[in-house]
């Protein structure tokens, strides 16, 4: 059964954190690259950050390099999102998904409900 949900997002100010979660299932996880897409309202979805499952490696889009990390629980088929210095910019549903290499481009045609995450100025 696929499984994608997202978790975590909330109203936040300007300059302030929030960690998004991702519990994904088995099939879905394991070996992939997981990572994370938002979109914003009339925007289309961008890629947001991912994680390879051995070695760890991280992608970040260039908006957010720097103030978000990426991580992942292989125990518990689990990507987190870390976002600090939020800005109003990264207003958006926050979707976790596959990620295909080198393209960074979302992995099947399954999203989960995603996670809204509001930042005020």
């Given at each position: 059964?696929?499984?994608?949900?997202?978790?975590?997002?909330?109203?936040?100010?300007?300059?302030?954190?929030?960690?998004?979660?991702c519990?994904?299932?088995?099939?879905?996880?394991?070996?992939?690259v997981?990572?994370?897409?938002?979109?914003?309202?009339?925007?289309?979805?961008?890629?947001?950050?991912?994680?390879?499952?051995?070695?760890?490696?991280?992608?970040?889009?260039d908006?957010?390099?720097?103030?978000?990390?990426?991580?992942?629980?292989?125990?518990?088929?689990?990507v987190?999102?870390?976002?600090?210095?939020?800005k109003?910019?990264?207003?958006?549903?926050?979707?976790?998904?596959?990620?295909?290499?080198?393209?960074l481009?979302?992995?099947?045609?399954?999203?989960?409900?995603?996670?809204?995450v509001?930042?005020?100025?």
């Amino acid at each position: 059964q696929v499984q994608l949900v997202e978790s975590g997002g909330g109203l936040v100010q300007a300059g302030g954190s929030l960690r998004l979660s991702c519990i994904t299932s088995g099939r879905i996880f394991n070996p992939n690259v997981m990572g994370w897409f938002r979109q914003a309202p009339g925007k289309e979805r961008e890629f947001v950050a991912a994680i390879t499952p051995s070695d760890f490696s991280t992608y970040y889009g260039d908006s957010v390099k720097g103030r978000f990390t990426i991580s992942r629980d292989n125990a518990k088929n689990m990507v987190y999102l870390q976002m600090n210095s939020l800005k109003p910019e990264d207003t958006a549903v926050y979707y976790c998904n596959r990620v295909r290499l080198p393209q960074l481009s979302a992995l099947g045609d399954y999203w989960g409900r995603g996670t809204q995450v509001t930042v005020s100025s």
